[in-house]
């Protein structure tokens, strides 16, 4: 049996969630409650729907004008066995995998130390944007991202180097 995933829902193509086109899923679930989130409605753990990682890589199948996965929220690191094998199953596709967390990258890198499932879902990410929304420092220029203190991380560059790789 496939991985299953609680999701709030889906955008098939977007042009705002990461580089190209993207297939955007949002995570159901996310205990940050960051304040002026705009997913309000991904937080509950019991929302949403259930969905096969494996429907979703053949939705995006489908489309051949796809470049990546953005994976979003809510929080996709609460369900990280399945967030997890669906970016391995779209990185072993070819596809670009982007993840939005509001966890912090060096918090992830010390549970993925212990958690596989963590690990798996980070390794598996091209670039993650880390750090919860927050408003006060809201700014709609930032390229990928709600506010200042959201960083957007080459995590490959990052974890070969053994320091923090900023992407503009």
Request: with cysteine; aromatic share 8%.
């Amino acid at each position: 049996m496939d991985d299953v995933i609680r999701i709030a829902g889906i955008v098939e193509e977007s042009f705002v969630d990461g580089p190209g086109i993207r297939f955007v899923v949002f995570a159901q679930g996310c205990k940050h409650s960051c304040e002026g989130c705009h997913n309000p409605h991904t937080h509950d753990f019991n929302g949403g729907m259930l969905v096969s990682t494996d429907d979703m890589i053949e939705k995006m199948k489908k489309n051949p004008l796809l470049d990546g996965i953005t994976l979003s929220g809510g929080e996709p690191f609460e369900q990280a066995k399945g967030f997890g094998m669906m970016a391995l199953k779209a990185k072993q596709k070819g596809y670009h995998v982007m993840t939005y967390s509001g966890y912090l990258f060096e918090d992830i890198i010390d549970r993925s130390k212990k958690d596989q499932d963590w690990k798996r879902l980070l390794l598996n990410t091209d670039v993650l944007v880390d750090g919860k929304f927050e408003e006060d420092k809201k700014d709609l220029l930032l390229k990928f991202r709600g506010s200042k203190n959201q960083r957007l991380i080459d995590v490959g560059e990052s974890i070969d180097s053994g320091s923090l790789v900023i992407l503009d």
